[in-house]
């Protein structure tokens, strides 16, 4: 708990810090006079005088500001009204309102090409065996494939069913994480993937052969992409070797005469290749909501044995599902992703673009009801990922960072009148028109901006509720 409390006051402090930032320095860099930079709202804990600036640090820390010297605020000396803010030209204003949102991108950027300088451990996309009926078994997936390169395929098709729409290169994948984000990104695009696979007998073993299929990932709706992405696909996660890791003393397995160490070769008669199709022939065992006996035959020692194992029902996430209390599959097999100088701070860049362009098409997919309102996420949620990461080491808590970064960025370039972007859609309108917006506009605006906000808050906190009583 402590932990990520920690994680997530870090978080926040640091890129409203970094936001705020950018917007005082470009402030500054315009000759505006800046009275107070504030981490934080309310009650001042700590302030300090820095040249013409009061930096403080205020007892709210959800968020902060910049005040800067405007004759709409307050009165302004004769002598300073050259550096008041609403004296400035039009590209001066918009540039200091732009530079929060941009600080925060560049932060990502550079956060990105941290972790890939660094180097992290990711699992390796070697799959279990798909369920059964599901889109990843129709496309010809097995136990044991690897995914080593992704292609998201056209949008459309013409009228002698060739794509209207160019396919996308072939792109290498070297992590789970890898080909989640790929599925996801052609998930919300609505496009089908192409997949170059291999299959390995172990995990260090030579391919048997690279083969080429296609799987129909358009076919799950945009409304319904979120962190289960895989398992809606028919992926049960990656491989394992179908071991007996761990027993709950006293539990189903432990009774019936499992041990650990043992390796299941089949459940009531039927093979298993993997820990993930075996977890999945459990769950799917319950005969009319009442749990079934099985027939676990297991290697033990060099040598095969039938054991009979006496399953209970348990609530799982909301679902009564047949458990054995024990847990199941080998460690999956990992790979450390690491890339140079130059590579790392490209492909941060590319990540940072695409995080922000299928952030703004899922807000957008929101907006028009093809994708669901339950994908917002609010400061609750935010802490426990930021707890979890944290624990996980520095490297993955970076990454969990320039995620949050590039959200703040792309949230706040939104053309809301109370964001960044919505005093940018002012600015513009002032460029277009010649003229400011009238004050009269400007309040009904800011209330509807209000309003909107405050409804997006209320959706993501009761997200956040939903998540923790696991109802979503």
């Known amino acids: 708990m402590l932990m ?32 107070r930079f504030s981490v934080g709202f309310g009650r001042v804990l700590w302030s300090r005088t820095g040249g013409e600036t009061e930096f403080v ?54 956060l990105y090409a941290c972790v890939n300088w660094a180097g992290v451990e990711e699992i390796r996309p070697w799959l279990a065996e798909p369920r059964v009926g599901s889109l990843a078994a129709d496309a010809g997936l097995r136990s044991r494939d690897e995914v080593v390169a992704v292609q998201i395929q056209g949008a459309s098709k013409d009228a002698s069913g060739d794509s209207a729409q160019a396919d996308g290169e072939w792109v290498a994948v070297r992590s789970m994480t890898d080909l989640q984000w790929w599925f996801t990104r052609a998930a919300v695009q609505g496009r089908d993937v192409r997949l170059r696979v291999v299959s390995r007998t172990s995990e260090q073993g030579s391919p048997s052969g690279e083969r080429e299929l296609s799987l129909a990932v358009s076919r799950i709706p945009a409304a319904d992409v979120d962190g289960s992405l895989l398992e809606k696909l028919g992926l049960s996660g990656p491989y394992a070797e179908p071991l007996v890791a761990q027993l709950v003393p006293n539990g189903p397995a432990e009774r019936g005469g499992l041990k650990e160490g043992d390796r299941v070769l089949s459940l009531n008669g039927n093979p298993m290749q993997d820990a993930g199709q075996l977890r999945q022939a459990i769950r799917q065992s319950a005969n009319d909501g009442q749990p079934q006996p099985l027939t676990f035959h297991v290697e033990r020692a060099g040598r095969a044995l039938d054991v009979l194992v006496q399953p209970v029902m348990k609530d799982v996430q909301g679902q009564r599902l047949p458990r054995i209390e024990a847990a199941l599959g080998s460690a999956a097999a990992t790979v450390t992703v690491q890339h140079g100088p130059v590579d790392g701070l490209t492909r941060a860049l590319s990540k940072t673009w695409d995080v922000a362009s299928l952030s703004l098409e899922m807000l957008g997919k929101m907006l028009i009801g093809e994708a669901s309102i339950k994908n917002l996420s609010g400061p609750i949620t935010i802490a426990d990922y930021a707890g979890r990461s944290a624990e996980l080491g520095w490297v993955y808590y970076v990454g969990f960072l320039a995620l949050v970064s590039v959200s703040l960025g792309v949230l706040n370039l939104l053309p809301l009148p109370v964001l960044d972007g919505g005093h940018l859609m002012y600015y513009l309108f002032e460029g277009i028109t010649g003229r400011p917006v009238s004050e009269r506009w400007l309040e009904r605006l800011q209330r509807g901006g209000v309003a909107v906000m405050l409804l997006m808050m209320s959706l993501a906190l009761y997200n956040d509720f939903a998540r923790l009583l696991g109802a979503n």
């Open 57 to 110: 640090v205020s007892a709210l820390p959800l968020g902060g500001y910049v005040k800067m010297l405007d004759e709409r605020e307050g009165r302004v000396e004769s002598g300073e009204r050259h550096r008041a803010f609403n004296h400035k030209p039009l590209h001066q204003r918009a540039f200091i309102v732009a530079a929060g949102p941009l600080a925060n991108l560049v932060l990502a950027v550079l």
């Open 4 to 35: 990520t409390v920690l994680a997530f006051l870090v978080t926040i402090g640091v890129l409203v810090v970094i936001h705020e930032w950018g917007h005082y320095r470009a402030a500054v860099a315009c000759d505006v006079k800046v009275l």
